[in-house]
């Protein structure tokens, strides 16, 4: 039976001021707080998710090794062949079957290895400038929307305050006015604004046509209309009646890299096509305006945005496009029933809606990084690493810990979604990150906010617009979300990618 996992707390010392009576006045006050954080998983390793990882790695062995030394050897024997032999001693026939059968190895060879799936490119959306909120303009608008009692406001600007979030975040202000109620005419607006512009800014830049997208993604955690929002991308750019398209609603922040997946396997399906993959949150629709301090944490981190994202697993597009995938994996907690409700879309005891989040979240959301990252890591580590480990593990003494990679070797770039400075830091701290694998994940939290799903691709247009992806650097994207789920996923810069003339940060001094 697996051992339950430890309950792990981070205590922490808080300043209360001075004194101002009794036989301590004058003198400093302190309190401690004790919270709940990550566990320290670079100090425990699960190998059942050691064991998922190698079996994630030898899946395809006999592709990519036995097949090749097949080959060879078939290879060998006809070298010993000379030309004037085979008329000579084997018939026609005999010839025109030898090399049938070599054909029908080649074939068979290339036909069942997993062809690679490109990214030819992707574009992020910046909203409006009208749009704009500062940190002290959304307390102010809160306050006189009438809507928070003053405990909320002092929550929210006390969340705020410790955020990670900077002054040029973008957010829909209508839903400071007093009258604001939800409807799906202001989430269709919304989304129709952020969809459309992430894609009409993909194909500004890269000059693609969209009647050539055979398959459409669209991933959306809350708001989910009928018709679909891929419905209401097909019908604004008139798409072919022959395109796949799928919409995937309520699987959060971590939907991104899920829709990847699926276009992926979609692509394997349909070889030669075009995947178009678009990542979205409706704030207007995660909007809470009651006054449960739990609920109210998703309103001072959402934010505006979108991502959209080309893909194709033609050979061709290798010339052209900007990354390959590598790796993909995708880990779901949600047998477990404290990871199933850590975040949940509810209604309060006054039948407000908005997004619930637990006080557990940080911890279970690290037991579902700690299983992801492990089960990762024998897909990138280096093989020296990989060896240190598994020696660790086959000659380890009771007092001795395993060897723990260092997963830095791994990757050039980390994307962290951009949840909040506390998440960061502590993921930080436990991988032993250093503050430049950190920066795209805080300069996008300080810049756009928490855009959900889409966030890891605001964090990579980062570093492009900073020109740091050179040809074969390899880019970690790590995302997670309600369920409970943690994805990564692993691209392969396959050129020294240029700044672009829609990039999300253009204009920008950080």
Not at 149 to 156: L, M, R
Not at 198 to 208: R, S
Request: charged letters at 20%; aromatic letters at 12%.
């Amino acid at each position: 039976m697996e051992r339950p996992e430890k309950e792990c707390l981070s205590p922490e010392i808080v300043s209360q001021g001075v004194e101002n009576s009794g036989p301590y006045a004058g003198s400093p006050s302190f309190s401690v707080r004790v919270r709940r954080s990550l566990p320290d998983f670079l100090n425990s390793v699960n190998l059942k998710y050691v064991k998922l990882g190698y079996g994630y790695l030898l899946n395809h062995f006999i592709y990519f090794v036995a097949a090749p030394v097949v080959l060879m050897l078939f290879g060998t024997q006809i070298g010993k062949v000379k030309f004037s032999d085979l008329w000579l001693e084997y018939d026609v026939l005999n010839i025109i079957c030898l090399l049938g059968l070599l054909g029908l190895i080649v074939y068979i060879y290339f036909d069942l290895t997993p062809c690679s799936t490109y990214l030819v490119d992707f574009a992020c959306y910046r909203p409006p400038t009208e749009f704009k909120i500062s940190k002290e303009e959304f307390v102010e608008l809160a306050r006189k929307s009438g809507k928070f009692n003053e405990a909320a406001i002092q929550y929210q600007q006390h969340v705020l305050k410790n955020s990670g979030l900077g002054d040029e975040t973008y957010l829909p202000r209508i839903v400071f006015r007093p009258d604001y109620r939800i409807t799906l005419r202001d989430g269709r607006e919304e989304a129709a604004m952020l969809m459309f512009g992430a894609v009409d800014d993909l194909l500004a830049t890269t000059g693609f046509l969209i009647k050539d997208v055979k398959i459409l993604i669209v991933n959306c955690g809350i708001l989910n209309t009928t018709p679909s929002l891929s419905a209401m991308l097909i019908n604004h750019y008139k798409l072919s009646h022959k395109i796949q398209s799928f919409s995937l609603g309520g699987m959060g922040c971590a939907a991104g890299i899920t829709a990847i997946d699926l276009a992926k396997d979609l692509l394997g399906a349909y070889p030669g096509s075009y995947a178009l993959v678009v990542s979205t949150e409706i704030v207007s629709f995660t909007w809470y305006d009651g006054n449960e301090l739990d609920m109210l944490q998703p309103n001072c981190f959402f934010r505006m945005g979108a991502a959209a994202v080309l893909l194709s697993n033609h050979q061709l597009d290798r010339w052209r496009a900007k990354y390959e995938l590598k790796q993909l994996v995708r880990t779901h907690k949600g047998m477990d029933d404290r990871c199933f409700n850590s975040i949940q879309l509810k209604e309060d005891a006054a039948g407000k809606q908005g997004i619930w989040v637990s006080k557990e979240v940080v911890e279970v959301g690290g037991h579902a990084l700690k299983a992801n990252i492990t089960t990762l890591s024998p897909l990138v580590l280096p093989v020296s690493e990989q060896f240190h480990f598994f020696k660790s593990l086959l000659f380890k003494s009771n007092s001795n810990k395993p060897y723990i990679p260092d997963y830095k070797l791994a990757f050039e770039h980390v994307c962290i979604l951009a949840t909040s400075k506390k998440v960061l830091d502590e993921i930080q701290k436990n991988l032993d990150l250093t503050d430049e694998y950190m920066e795209a994940s805080r300069k996008t939290l300080e810049k756009f906010g928490n855009t959900s799903s889409s966030s890891i691709w605001y964090e990579l247009a980062y570093l492009e617009a900073k020109g740091k992806i050179k040809n074969g650097d390899k880019i970690w994207q790590l995302a997670f979300g309600s369920g409970l789920k943690c994805n990564s996923v692993v691209w392969k810069a396959l050129t020294n990618v240029k700044h672009q003339s829609k990039s999300p940060w253009n204009n920008d001094s950080t």
